[in-house]
C-alpha cells in the first residue's frame, strides 16, 4: 500500500502553492488547490502551468493519477483529503482561524500540515481541538525544485503522525529531516546565519555584492551542495577546525537587530526583484525575469547533478 494520500489539499495560492501542488500531482496524488479570489486562483492556474514545465525538464517520475483542481469552496477543497498543507501567509491569527474551520470539516485522522517557516507548531496548534493532527512541513522555496523538507512536530503532535508524514515525502521521493521544534526551524537558522555575516561583511566594506557572492557560490556554496557542514568537519578535521574557530568565533558578527543596510533599503523602496532593485539594480521587469530564469535554470541544472551522485 502506497504512503502516498490519495487526495491532498494545498490551502493558499502564493509563492509556493502551485510548486507544491504540482510535486505531488506528479506523484500520482489528487491535489485540490484552494485560495479565496479569482485573482489568487488565475495566478495559481498560470503558475502552475509554469511549474509543469519545470518538472518535466528536470525528468521527475510523472506516475498516472495525479491532477490538480482548482477552487473557492473550503468545504469541497478539503472533502475525503488526507493531507491538508496550509500554505496561507505568515500570520498566526489568520492561521489559527484557518485551523478552526477546518477542524469543523474534517475527521480526526487528516493530517494538517503547516507550510510556516517561523511561526512555532506548538503555539498554532493552541486553539485546537485536536492538537495532535497539527504538524509542520516546511518545503523549501521553490518546493517542486528542492528535494528536502522539514518535518517538525509540536508538543502535542502525534508520534505515528510524525511517522506518516515522512513516509509520505519519501514517497514522493523527497528527503524528510524530522526535527525538534526551535525557532524558524533548522534550515532558516543556517541560512540567516550566514546571512548575518553576510552583510556585516558588506556593511564594513570588506567586499562588494559581486565577490561575496562568488566568494559563497564557488568557495562555500560548491561544497556544501555535495558535502553537508557535518562530514566537512570530518574532512577538514577537527582540530583545524578547534585551531580556527578559536580566534574566528569571537570576531563573527553576532549582532540581534536588523543591519542599518538592510533598513535603509527597505526605506528607499529597494527590495529587490519586486521592485527592480534592493542589494543589485535591474534594468526593468524584463531583466528581473531574465534573472529569476537564469536561477531557475541552474537550479534544475544543480539538481540533476545532485541526483545522479550518492548521499555523501
Request: hydrophobic fraction near 45%; include cysteine.
Amino acid at each position: 500500500m502506497s504512503a502516498l494520500p490519495k487526495i491532498a489539499t494545498v490551502i493558499g495560492s502564493g509563492t509556493m502553492g502551485p510548486g507544491i501542488a504540482a510535486t505531488l500531482a506528479r506523484a500520482g496524488v489528487i491535489v485540490r488547490l484552494y485560495d479565496i479570489s479569482d485573482q489568487a486562483i488565475e495566478n495559481a492556474e498560470a503558475g502552475y502551468q509554469t511549474v509543469k514545465g519545470v518538472l518535466a525538464t528536470v525528468g521527475t517520475p510523472e506516475a498516472e493519477g495525479g491532477e490538480v483542481t482548482f477552487g473557492m469552496d473550503l468545504a469541497a477543497a478539503v472533502a475525503d483529503s488526507e493531507l491538508i498543507i496550509e500554505a496561507i501567509p505568515e500570520r498566526i491569527e489568520l492561521k489559527a482561524s484557518l485551523l478552526e474551520q477546518l477542524e469543523a470539516l474534517i475527521g480526526k485522522d487528516v493530517i494538517i500540515a503547516s507550510n510556516t517557516s517561523g511561526i512555532p507548531i506548538t503555539k498554532m496548534a493552541e486553539t485546537m481541538t485536536v492538537p495532535g493532527r497539527l504538524v509542520g512541513m516546511h518545503w523549501s522555496n521553490p518546493p517542486h525544485l528542492i528535494p528536502m523538507i522539514e518535518v517538525i512536530p509540536g508538543e502535542q503532535t502525534s508520534p505515528e503522525l510524525v511517522d506518516r508524514l515522512a513516509e509520505m515525502v519519501k514517497a514522493f521521493d523527497y528527503v524528510p529531516v524530522i526535527e525538534k521544534e526551535t525557532p524558524g526551524f533548522v534550515e532558516n537558522r543556517i541560512l540567516y546565519a550566514i546571512l548575518r555575516e553576510c552583510i556585516d561583511l558588506l556593511e564594513r566594506g570588506i567586499v562588494t555584492p559581486e565577490g561575496l557572492d562568488a566568494c559563497v557560490k564557488w568557495g562555500i556554496g560548491y561544497k556544501l551542495a555535495v558535502v553537508g557542514p557535518t562530514r566537512l568537519l570530518d574532512m577538514a578535521g577537527l582540530d583545524i577546525y578547534n585551531a580556527v574557530s578559536g580566534y574566528l568565533n569571537a570576531d563573527l558578527a553576532d549582532r540581534k537587530d536588523v543591519p542599518q543596510l538592510v533598513l535603509d533599503k527597505i526605506e528607499a523602496g529597494t527590495l529587490g526583484f519586486k521592485t527592480g532593485a534592493g542589494m543589485y539594480d535591474y534594468d526593468g521587469a524584463e531583466a528581473v525575469a531574465a534573472k529569476r530564469g537564469e536561477i531557475i535554470q541552474g537550479l534544475i541544472a544543480t539538481r540533476k547533478t545532485l541526483s545522479s551522485i550518492p548521499n555523501v
